[in-house]
């Protein structure tokens, strides 16, 4: 079954930001004076918003990210995105193939969703198909953001595809009950060493370049049933 709608995560999914963010919320938590490997910060906190994060790191070490960290962290960020960010290998290209309508759900602000977008050349196939955590209640891996995204793109949740690079979006997308695929080709996959906790989430299909996808959604209209 050819889906209806097509939910992009855009995070090491649509951008090859990971490793842009982690450096600067590693670096944020040793201002801080926690001290995190790059490992466990790719299995902590991959695909999760600030706001989550922020409460983890009160549970665990009692020092939340305080509005001053979330400033000097946004702004070195972005300064990073302007120089560095580059979009996921075959992209924007691939979108053309596409027949489904897409949009994008992130953790990740409107305004940092935008950025990202925008500086790779992508904002413009997405227009107002975008969707934060800010606009739901429960980020990742809660379903909310998946099933918000959804509603607002008149799709049935069960008619969706998901594309994933973390285990709580692939988590995420399951609990709402749409298909999704888990894409292992960004730079962050290996030195965080997620391919074991992709494929443990469960996703109905992982495949590691973003040129296939095209095709793999087009195989599912031959299936006789989704995967």
């Not at 290209?93 to 992130?106: E, H, K, N, R, Y």
Request: proline share 7%; glycine share 8%.
């Amino acid at each position: 079954m050819i889906p209806d709608l097509i939910i992009f995560d855009c995070d090491g999914v649509l951008v090859d930001s990971e490793p842009l963010a982690m450096r600067v919320l590693i670096a944020a938590l040793a201002d801080q004076g926690i001290t995190i490997t790059a490992e466990a910060a790719y299995r902590d906190f991959l695909g999760r918003s600030m706001t989550s994060i922020s409460a983890d790191l009160d549970k665990s070490h009692g020092t939340p990210l305080g509005e001053a960290a979330h400033r000097a962290m946004r702004h070195e960020l972005y300064a990073l995105y302007r120089q560095e960010l580059r979009p996921s290998p075959g992209l924007p290209q691939i979108l053309g193939q596409l027949t489904p309508p897409f949009c994008v759900a992130s953790s990740s602000t409107p305004e940092r969703i935008r950025l990202s977008l925008d500086v790779t050349g992508l904002l413009p196939w997405f227009s107002d198909h975008i969707f934060s955590a800010t606009m739901v209640k429960n980020g990742k891996p809660a379903p909310d953001l998946f099933l918000h995204a959804a509603a607002a793109m008149s799709a049935d949740p069960d008619r969706c595809l998901v594309i994933e690079d973390s285990p709580a979006g692939i988590t995420a997308a399951r609990r709402a009950g749409m298909q999704v695929f888990g894409y292992t080709g960004g730079s962050h996959i290996a030195p965080g060493n997620l391919q074991a906790a992709i494929a443990a989430a469960c996703p109905h299909l992982i495949f590691d370049d973003m040129h296939k996808l095209p095709d793999l959604v087009r195989s599912l209209g031959t299936e006789k049933k989704a995967l």
